[in-house]
């Protein structure tokens, strides 16, 4: 399966460069609900929630009254996750809050668990330079990929893996670290950063894994209406 992203920042749609450097931005809303809209499943991740610096919670709405969506960025408690959900949201994707002075925080991942059930949870495993990113990226820990998927997987329906070494640079992902990830877990498998073929987004159904895709198709890199017919 392909997943969509849509990337929101300072009320628009965004491509970042490793989670950096703004590459493309967008304000037609309508345009793209349009072209995803016969995905089963579309990301949604509010960067300016993710490293602090406001929200765009007012047009998450929009996006979530016409598209299946998965909604990440700033989610660090199961009140902000509940608000979430209400709005709409098919699942929630967390990640800094499963990671607490340093290392991996299964109470935390329990407790949400427990009070929003395992199925509405995607647990965030961004690497940069092979350790776990926290904090929109901008805070790198010691902790291996492979660990936390190992130690969490009990307590999420789904874990997305990003690399962010990668991310935006349309240069494909590195197949041997999705593979041991792959490995890891017997959970659903989303993955992220550079995916930019047909092929490797094949490639990865292969191996039981989906693909979450923006900077390509926002460029129109890929064939859409052979990915929706991959994906239906």
Not at 204 to 231: C, F, N, P, T
Request: net charge negative; proline share 2%; hydrophobic share 45%.
């Amino acid at each position: 399966m392909l997943i969509p992203s849509i990337d929101l920042m300072n009320g628009k749609i965004v491509q970042l460069v490793q989670g950096k450097k703004k590459a493309l931005e967008f304000d037609d809303f309508e345009g793209w609900i349009e072209r995803f809209s016969h995905f089963p499943l579309v990301q949604l991740i509010d960067l300016d929630a993710a490293i602090g610096s406001g929200d765009n919670r007012a047009i998450l709405g929009q996006f979530l009254k016409r598209l299946p969506c998965q909604v990440g960025g700033g989610i660090r408690s199961i009140e902000s996750a509940e608000e979430i959900l209400e709005l709409g949201a098919r699942r929630v994707i967390l990640g800094s809050t499963l990671v607490r002075d340093g290392e991996i925080n299964v109470d935390s991942a329990k407790e949400i668990a427990a009070s929003l059930g395992a199925e509405k949870l995607v647990f965030a495993v961004d690497s940069k330079g092979g350790r776990v990113a926290i904090r929109g990226w901008r805070e790198i820990t010691s902790i291996a990929p492979v660990d936390m998927v190992q130690t969490l997987q009990h307590w999420c329906g789904a874990f997305l893996y990003t690399h962010i070494d990668t991310e935006g640079l349309m240069q494909g992902i590195p197949l041997g670290t999705v593979r041991a990830l792959r490995e890891a877990t017997s959970k659903q498998l989303i993955v992220a950063g550079g995916i930019s073929s047909n092929d490797e987004i094949e490639k990865l159904h292969k191996m039981g894994v989906d693909a979450v895709v923006g900077m390509a198709l926002y460029l129109g890199k890929l064939d859409l209406e052979k990915i929706q017919r991959s994906s239906s």
